[in-house]
C-alpha cells in the first residue's frame, strides 16, 4: 500500500486520509477542516513524492574512484536497519506516525506503529486502515493500549518515539537502554520565546498567540514561556488579548470557534495548573466547556519560578509571560539551560541576533518566527535532495 503510495498517491488514499482527519477534527480535536490538512494530511503527501524523487539517490552511492581504478565502479549499498517501532503523539495523531512510516518503510524496513490512544476516536480509524489496506509484511499497528514492556523487545532494531509524555518518554528510554535498542527521540522541552526592547511588539504578539490558537495550543509550535521588558509588558499583553480576540471571536467556546482538548483528562490537569498557588496574575478570563473539551487560552503573568506552571509544563491554552529587567542576566540564565526545545528571539537588532545564536543551547533557533525544520532519521542527508 505505502510503495504504491511513494510511486502515486491515488485517490482512494486521499479519501481515506480524509476519512481519518475527520473523525480527528470532530471526534478528538475539533481541527478545522483547513488546519487538519495543513498539520496533518498535506505533509504526507508531500513526504510521500519527496520519498518518491530522491528514492533512487538513497538506494546506492556511486563513488568517485582514482584514475588507474577507471575501470571499476565504487559503490555504497545502504541497508535497512530492520524492524522500526514508531510510538506516536496523541497532539498529532496521524502524521507523528505516518510521515516517518513512509521512509522507514521506503528504506525497506519493517514497521510497528503504536498510536497515541488517548485520541482515542481516530487510534480506531487508523487501526482499521492500517488492517484493510497495508500489507502486514511491512507494516503492522497496536491496535488496542498496551504496556511498552510488551512492545519493547530484543526484536526491534530502532525506535522513534513522537510522544511528548513525560512517563512514555522515560519508559521507552529504560526499556530500550535494557534491551539495547538505539531511539531516536523527538526533542522535549520547553519553547521559549523571548521579546527584546528593540523588537516589534505587536507582530511578536501575532506570531506566539497564533502558535496558542492552533489546535488549542496542542502542537509542537506553541510557546511555552515567554519573556518580555518590564516596561513592555503591558503592550504585550495588550496585543495578545488583541491577537485572541481576532484569531477566536468574542465568544469561542460557546460558538465552537476553539479547537478541542485531547481529552477530559487534559481539562482537569488544565484546572488544576490554573488553579495551583503559581503566584501569578491571570491576564484573561477562565472560561472552558467539559462537556465539549473547549478552553479559551489562558495568560498568566510573572508566576513565581518554583511553581508548578514552570516546573510542569502544560503544552496546552496557558501562555507563561515573564518580565525581566537586564537582558544580559537573564541571557546568562538561558545560556545554562539545556533543556529548551525551540527558541524564538524578536529583535530589530542584528548584533544582538548573532549573539543569541551563539549563545543559546537548543535544536531549534528562530529568530522573528523564521528558523530551521524538524530533522527525519530515516533521510539520508544528500545533496540530492530536491
Known amino acids: 500500500f505505502f510503495f504504491l503510495m511513494i510511486r502515486r498517491p491515488p485517490r482512494s488514499t486521499q479519501s481515506r486520509s480524509s476519512a481519518a482527519s475527520d473523525v480527528y477534527k470532530r471526534q478528538d480535536l475539533g481541527f478545522g477542516e483547513d488546519e487538519i490538512l495543513i498539520r496533518e494530511i498535506n505533509p504526507l503527501f508531500d513526504e510521500l513524492r519527496y520519498v518518491s524523487r530522491n528514492l533512487k539517490y538513497w538506494t546506492v552511492q556511486t563513488l568517485d574512484v582514482p584514475l588507474h581504478m577507471m575501470w571499476l565502479r565504487s559503490v555504497i549499498q545502504y541497508k535497512p536497519l530492520g524492524i522500526v517501532l514508531i510510538i506516536g503523539n496523541p497532539e498529532e495523531p496521524i502524521s507523528s506516525l505516518i510521515q ?3 521512509t522507514a518503510i521506503a528504506a525497506g524496513n519493517k514497521v510497528i506503529l503504536y498510536p497515541g490512544f488517548s485520541a482515542e476516536n481516530t487510534s480506531k480509524v487508523l487501526v482499521q486502515i492500517v488492517k484493510q489496506h497495508c500489507d502486514s509484511k511491512y507494516i503492522t499497528i497496536i491496535d488496542q ?10 526484536s526491534i532494531d530502532f525506535i522513534v518515539n513522537a510522544s511528548s509524555q513525560f512517563t512514555i518518554i522515560e519508559s521507552v528510554k529504560k526499556l530500550a537502554a535494557q534491551h539495547r535498542i538505539q531511539i531516536h527521540q523527538m526533542p522535549r522541552g520547553l519553547n521559549i520565546a523571548l521579546i527584546d526592547d528593540q523588537a516589534d511588539i505587536e507582530e511578536a504578539a501575532r506570531y506566539i498567540i497564533r502558535t496558542e490558537v492552533i489546535n488549542a495550543g496542542q502542537n509542537d509550535e506553541a510557546i511555552d514561556l515567554v519573556y518580555v521588558p518590564s516596561h513592555k509588558y503591558d503592550d504585550f499583553i495588550i496585543s495578545s ?6 484569531s477566536l471571536g468574542k465568544e469561542p467556546v460557546t460558538e465552537n470557534q476553539i479547537s478541542k482538548l485531547v481529552s477530559k483528562k487534559r481539562i482537569e490537569k488544565f484546572m488544576e495548573m490554573i488553579n495551583s498557588d503559581h503566584g501569578g496574575v491571570i491576564e484573561t478570563k477562565v472560561r472552558f466547556n467539559n462537556a465539549t473539551r473547549r478552553v479559551e487560552p489562558v495568560i498568566i503573568g510573572n508566576p513565581k519560578k518554583d511553581s508548578v506552571l514552570l516546573l510542569n509544563a502544560f503544552r496546552g491554552p496557558i501562555l507563561i509571560v515573564m518580565s525581566y529587567d537586564s537582558r544580559q542576566d537573564l541571557i546568562a540564565e538561558l545560556q545554562a539551560d539545556f533543556s529548551i526545545k525551540t527558541f524564538l528571539y524578536f529583535s530589530q537588532n542584528t548584533q544582538r541576533t548573532f549573539e543569541i545564536v551563539n549563545k543559546i543551547h537548543s535544536n531549534r533557533i528562530l529568530i522573528n518566527g523564521s528558523g530551521s525544520a524538524m530533522f527525519n532519521p530515516f533521510v539520508l542527508q544528500t545533496n540530492k535532495q530536491n
Do not use: M, R
Open 100 to 102: 516517518f512510516a513512509i
Open 145 to 154: 493500549p498496551v504496556d511498552l514492556e510488551q512492545v519493547i523487545n530484543p
Open 241 to 246: 488579548k488583541i491577537q485572541f480576540f481576532n
